[in-house]
């Protein structure tokens, strides 16, 4: 519960053995939580500690994409995707940016691959389906939507889709 002493604590950690990629990204997320833009060098330099670390880009491209720099997000995710295909929030994250920028096809895109690689993943169903109601597919989405609830009956999102959807 003590951040500045954790901080102190990882800081040392990584001062002493600069190949701890998780402390490195620990006191990015720290950083992160006081809106202090050294995070981003503590991702980077996470990366740099262990460049074959999928979650390590990850941090980075989370970061990026919280701060509006979608094409370094996007960019990361696709080495990500490219370096490790079963890496399911990549697939996710980049298909939420699609979709923020109005790129419905490459969001589906995305939405689709997720659910093949991780198929208990509801999420992948469930924005896929927003994806074909968006491009009129009803029944398609009305299918995504049922499979989002199937794996997940608590999530209220899915539920309301689904539910709006067999109401029309």
Same mark, same amino acid.
């Given at each position: 519960g003590?951040?500045?002493?954790?901080?102190?604590?990882? @800081?040392?950690a990584?001062?002493?053995?600069?190949? &701890?990629? /998780?402390?490195?990204?620990?006191?990015?997320? &720290?950083?992160?939580?006081?809106?202090?833009?050294?995070?981003?060098?503590?991702?980077?330099?996470?990366?740099?500690?262990?460049?074959?670390?999928? @979650?390590?880009?990850?941090?980075?491209?989370?970061?990026?994409?919280n701060?509006? /720099?979608?094409?370094?997000?996007?960019? &990361?995710?696709?080495?990500?995707?490219?370096?490790?295909? $079963?890496?399911?929030?990549?697939?996710?994250?980049?298909?939420?940016?699609?979709?923020?920028?109005?790129?419905?096809?490459?969001?589906?895109? @995305?939405?689709?691959?997720?659910?093949?690689?991780?198929?208990?993943?509801?999420?992948?169903?469930?924005l896929?389906?927003?994806?074909?109601?968006?491009?009129?597919?009803? $029944?398609?989405?009305?299918? /995504?939507?049922? $499979?989002?609830?199937? &794996?997940?009956?608590? /999530?209220?999102?899915?539920?309301?889709?689904?539910?709006?959807?067999?109401?029309?």
């Amino acid at each position: 519960g003590d951040n500045t002493r954790a901080m102190n604590a990882y @800081q040392t950690a990584v001062e002493m053995n600069s190949s &701890l990629t /998780d402390a490195w990204i620990i006191l990015g997320e &720290l950083y992160e939580e006081k809106k202090d833009p050294k995070a981003l060098k503590y991702y980077e330099s996470a990366i740099i500690s262990n460049p074959k670390s999928m @979650q390590a880009i990850h941090a980075k491209a989370y970061y990026l994409q919280n701060h509006g /720099d979608i094409p370094g997000a996007q960019k &990361l995710y696709r080495e990500i995707i490219i370096a490790d295909k $079963s890496y399911s929030d990549a697939y996710l994250n980049s298909g939420l940016l699609y979709l923020e920028t109005d790129s419905i096809a490459r969001a589906y895109e @995305q939405f689709d691959l997720l659910t093949g690689i991780a198929p208990s993943n509801y999420m992948g169903f469930y924005l896929r389906g927003v994806v074909n109601e968006k491009m009129s597919k009803k $029944s398609e989405a009305l299918k /995504d939507y049922e $499979s989002a609830y199937n &794996l997940n009956k608590e /999530d209220k999102r899915v539920r309301e889709a689904l539910e709006a959807l067999k109401n029309q």
